[in-house]
């Protein structure tokens, strides 16, 4: 069963959390997106983040990795 892979990033400031608005749904989310083949999910999460934000980021830790079976999907949280 092959799942999707996405990364996503916790990334807190003056005790606010950075979102990103979404240009695909008119909603605010984490700042991250999918997982290429040739790339680990940390490698990713910080891809992402410059193309979104244009910030440089270092992940210090995996968070939590969630599993939806019925979307068959996997998101990695890393702050």
Do not use: C
Not at 32 to 51: F, K, N, Q
Request: without cysteine; hydrophobic residues 40%; negative net charge.
């Amino acid at each position: 069963m092959k799942y999707s892979h996405g990364a996503f990033n916790v990334v807190i400031v003056n005790k606010r959390v950075l979102l990103v608005k979404r240009r695909d749904f008119p909603l605010w989310d984490l700042p991250g997106g999918v997982v290429e083949s040739d790339e680990l999910p940390s490698e990713a999460a910080i891809r992402e983040m410059y193309e979104e934000t244009g910030y440089a980021i270092q992940i210090d830790y995996e968070f939590a990795r969630y599993i939806d079976k019925t979307k068959k999907a996997v998101s990695y949280i890393h702050l």
